[in-house]
Each structure stands twice: as structure tokens, then as C-alpha cells.
């Protein structure tokens, strides 16, 4: 059983670029977490996400940023007009639905805007 | 404003004994907790979790304490080895299903 996985595992952007971050969860696991760890820093929570639809994008800024997990395919964390704030490490995690307290995280995508 | 800390950036320990990580926390909403574990380039593992309803939990080398009354939690490792050498990241959630708050993270160093 594959663990989750996120691509690409390094990203390079100039400013005002689209950065565009996938992540496939665990197999069997229906919901998604997308998290962002700046420098020195813990992970801060983003967006939680179930197939289709979005739970919770508390974490997320409003504007830039948007966060899909369709029916089919990866969950996708799209960033619009990249800015050298957004230099980060972006981790996404999964758990199973009876288990959402369990979260399994990726290895990881390091965001660096030039 | 930070709900959950780790005032400890860093901590050495001689292999062979006790590794004491500290995490404190201010939301009383908070009543399941975890410790997470990770190594450089790669993402968080899970470590161990404790509910509020339980004040200690053990798995094998590693033991979480809970004082709720204080709003704090230890992980104990021991006996400590140096591949236990990472980020130890503590994390609080306020209920079933909520997204997890994370603490800034200490770095242990298992020394041989």
C-alpha cells in the first residue's frame, strides 16, 4: 500500500508564476490535508478536503490560493501569482474516513520563488 | 497567537537516556493530542496520540503524559538511540474530524 505521495518534490517559480502542487493520498483514504511549514516554523494548516468538496479552508489566505480534490485524480493546491512569501514547504496528509484522526502525511513539496 | 508551544527549540541527550520533549497548549477546547516525528526532506510519521480522557499512553519506547489541568504534555523516550535523532512535532486537535494545530517543532539530538 503506497503511501501518500506529492509532486512534484521541488518547485522553482518566479514571482508572479502559477505553482501548481499535487498530492495522492493513501489508497482507500477519502479525505485531504494540505499544510505549509515556512522556515523555522511548525506545519500550519491550510485546507481540508473530502472528494468534491472542501471542509475547511480556514488556514487558507484569500486570495492566491485554491485547493480541489475532484472525484478523480490528485488534490491539487494551486497557487496564482506566486510571491516569495509563499517560499515554503507544503505538506499534504490523508486519513481513512473512520479514521479522521489519523493523518498520514507526504514527503513533502519545498516551493522556492525566485 | 500560538495555541500550541514548544519553547524548547533543541534538545541534546547522551544515547542511553531519558529524552523529555515539552509541549504546552492554550485552547481547553483541545482533547486529543499527537506526537509526530521528522526527519529532513521527508514528511511528518506519526508517533504516538492521547485522548483527554487518559492522562498517559505507552508504545514501547515512547510515553505521552497529559496534564490537562496544567494544559501540558510531555513525550518521553527512553532508552534514547541516536536514530531517534529528528523534528518532534507536537499537535492538538478540538474534536473528532477538526484539523490538527501544530507546535513550532524540537529538534532532538541523540549524541553516541
Known amino acids: 500500500n503506497a503511501g501518500v505521495m506529492q509532486n512534484p518534490r521541488h518547485l522553482v517559480r518566479r514571482r508572479g508564476q502559477e505553482a501548481r502542487l499535487r498530492c495522492s493520498p493513501m489508497k482507500g483514504h477519502s479525505h485531504v490535508y494540505w499544510y505549509r511549514q515556512l522556515p ?21 489566505p484569500k486570495e492566491r490560493f485554491s485547493a480541489e480534490f475532484p472525484k478523480e485524480g490528485p488534490s491539487i493546491l ?17 486519513s481513512p474516513e473512520q479514521v479522521l484522526n489519523e493523518q498520514y502525511f507526504g514527503p513533502g513539496t519545498r516551493l522556492t520563488v525566485t | 497567537d500560538q495555541q500550541v508551544k514548544q519553547n524548547s527549540p533543541s534538545l541534546s541527550v547522551q544515547e542511553g537516556r531519558i529524552s523529555i520533549l515539552n509541549c504546552d497548549y492554550t485552547n481547553s477546547m483541545f482533547d486529543y493530542f499527537l506526537w509526530y516525528k521528522k526527519y529532513p526532506a521527508e514528511g511528518p510519521t506519526f508517533l504516538i496520540s492521547i485522548s483527554s480522557i487518559k492522562d498517559k499512553n505507552e508504545d514501547g519506547r515512547f510515553t ?22 529528528a523534528v518532534y512535532f507536537c499537535a492538538a ?20
Request: aromatic share 10%; charged share 20%; with cysteine.
Open chain 1, 40 to 60: 523555522e516554523e511548525g506545519l500550519k494548516f491550510m485546507v481540508y478536503l473530502q472528494k468534491e468538496n472542501i471542509i475547511d479552508e480556514s488556514g487558507m
Open chain 1, 78 to 94: 494551486r497557487i496564482q501569482q506566486v510571491v516569495r512569501g509563499d517560499s515554503a514547504a507544503y505538506f499534504c496528509a490523508s
Open chain 2, 93 to 112: 486537535s478540538a474534536g473528532y474530524g477538526q484539523n490538527f494545530v501544530f507546535g513550532p517543532g524540537t529538534r532532538l539530538s541523540v549524541l553516541p
Open chain 2, 64 to 85: 505521552v503524559f497529559l496534564n490537562k489541568s496544567a494544559k501540558h504534555l510531555s513525550l518521553h523516550i527512553v532508552p534514547s538511540q541516536p536514530g531517534d535523532s
